[in-house]
């Protein structure tokens, strides 16, 4: 069956009409005279067969009809513009999701270094905070993302390696960790700072460390990233959480101390996925096998790991 829809040009001039409340700044972004924008708007009128602005002294208002109206078109609108950015997209362009703290800590340096090995492949980064790593491969513009993920479970139409597990292992300042052996005590009386608003990385490595009893939870500053808490404990306020891989970097140069060298295995990992049958195959693996070989060449601190 045909659809019954009015004509683009005139929902495209509604929108933005309605977005500018305003003929004149509509016409302005269109580029069309403010005639045109009114003609368009009378034909959407006569195709509902409603009023769908109405003056409010020298404002244009909203109808009933035209509130009902607007979520869709302006939905329909970012969907269309969406599908034609997936399709007019820079074959040389991969476009890459990935957490706000793995970017910072980890990812932001390697992928340096693969533009510099593949310099006909440009790597689009977006960094996003996450409570729950997620990306929608049908509403958002990338082409793969890294997320933290528990067992790799993830759309069947969707590809994905692990690149490396997250390992949960107590980060201070330096001058912390140096100032003597850290016991129970120490654990006791320190500041814990929590990256986490629900307090969970401490909570796991403790019940781990079999210190869960032992060691209160209650306060201590919260934040909403790993990477927060890990500038706040390299500037001394307190004893944070970090993963592992992570912090590597800085604590064989000395940016981070390890006051209690045990890692414990959160139970996620961190998966670079992508949708299958995505353009740019060829690219997407070159960044996987570039990604796994630079896991594969860390030095990680020579801690003891402990599974949960």
Not at 57 to 76: I, K, N, Q, T
Not at 218 to 245: C, H, K, M, N, P
Not at 289 to 299: G, I, K, P, R, S
């Amino acid at each position: 069956m045909a659809r019954r829809l009015p004509p683009l040009y005139a929902l495209r001039a509604f929108e933005a009409a309605a977005r500018h409340a305003s003929f004149t700044r509509a016409a302005e972004e269109l580029a069309i005279t403010q005639s045109a924008v009114s003609r368009h708007i009378r034909t959407l009128e006569e195709h509902f067969a409603c009023r769908l602005f109405e003056r409010a002294g020298r404002h244009l208002r909203l109808s009933e009809s035209a509130r009902l109206l607007l979520p869709g078109v302006r939905d329909g609108f970012d969907a269309l513009e969406r599908a034609c950015t997936a399709l007019s997209a820079d074959d040389a362009t991969l476009r890459l999701k990935a957490p706000s703290t793995l970017t910072m800590r980890w990812l932001l340096a390697r992928l340096s270094r693969f533009r510099l090995h593949n310099p006909g492949i440009e790597v689009q980064l977006t960094s996003a905070w996450m409570d729950v790593d997620r990306v929608d491969f049908q509403q958002e513009p990338f082409d793969c993302a890294v997320l933290l993920n528990a067992g790799g479970s993830f759309p069947a139409e969707w590809e994905s390696v692990e690149l490396f597990a997250e390992w949960l292992i107590p980060v201070c300042a330096p001058e912390a960790a140096a100032s003597g052996a850290w016991d129970l005590a120490r654990l006791q009386a320190a500041e814990l700072l929590h990256p986490t608003p629900d307090r969970r990385d401490w909570r796991r490595w403790l019940q781990a460390m079999g210190l869960e009893e032992q060691v209160p939870l209650r306060g201590g500053q919260v934040f909403d990233t790993l990477e927060l808490g890990i500038v706040a404990a390299e500037r001394g306020y307190g004893v944070s959480i970090g993963d592992l891989v992570m912090i590597a970097e800085d604590a064989e140069q000395g940016r981070l101390g390890l006051p209690l060298p045990s890692a414990v295995a959160s139970g996620e990992s961190y998966h670079l996925v992508w949708p299958k049958g995505r353009r740019g195959e060829e690219r997407l693996r070159r960044l996987r096998d570039f990604l796994l070989a630079e896991v594969e060449q860390m030095h990680l601190p020579g801690v003891e790991r402990v599974g949960i």
